[in-house]
């Protein structure tokens, strides 16, 4: 039995690449391999800062993969209304594309998909192809339970859904 293999997806934003890169190096160093799947975009941007080395650092145990956002190279990424309904529609069948390539030419398929919270709409693609999904959630505990409570002050009519 070779390395357990974890798909690894930050939301493409600001505050969220860095804490799921951190936890990808932390499963590297306790033998998992990674694939740490960025946005075509935000790849380019990650890429640009790293150190020549790090692959051989890592003894390629960390693996970058991207998938395409939905948005022209010079659209604004900045609007985030409009980046999250294009993104939600963009990205799901090109993960999953790029889980089956991955399970098709590897020994060690995908064993689990760590996916950002706020990305938590990929979780479904590795649920439908039978692997284990974790969230991982990069903000403070206070913001994913104001997150969590939106619906409920939306009904309460505490505030609308703009």
Same mark, same amino acid.
């Given at each position: 039995m070779g390395r357990p293999h974890a798909l690894v997806i930050p939301f493409p934003a600001q505050g969220h690449v860095r804490p799921l890169m951190e936890l990808s190096h932390r499963l590297a160093d306790r *033998?998992? @391999?990674? @694939?740490?799947?960025? @946005?075509?975009?935000?790849h380019e941007r990650v890429t640009a800062a790293l150190p020549e080395n790090f692959s051989s650092d890592y003894g390629g145990r960390i693996r970058f993969a991207t998938i395409p956002d939905g948005m022209d190279p010079g659209e604004d990424r900045c609007?985030?209304?409009?980046?999250?309904?294009?993104?939600?529609?963009? @990205?799901?069948?090109? $993960?999953?594309? $790029? /889980?089956?390539? /991955?399970?098709?030419?590897?020994?060690? *398929? /995908?064993?689990c998909v760590i996916a950002d919270g706020m990305a938590g709409w990929l979780l479904p693609v590795a649920k439908k192809l039978g692997i284990r999904t974790a969230a991982f959630w990069p903000a403070s505990a206070w913001f994913l339970a104001i997150v969590l409570e939106i619906p409920s002050l939306i009904e309460k009519g505490v505030i609308d859904q703009r």
């Open positions: *033998g998992f @391999t990674v @694939t740490f799947v960025n @946005t075509e975009h935000v609007d985030f209304l409009k980046f999250t309904q294009v993104i939600h529609r963009a @990205t799901v069948r090109p $993960l999953e594309e $790029l /889980i089956l390539k /991955i399970n098709a030419e590897e020994e060690e *398929g /995908i064993a």
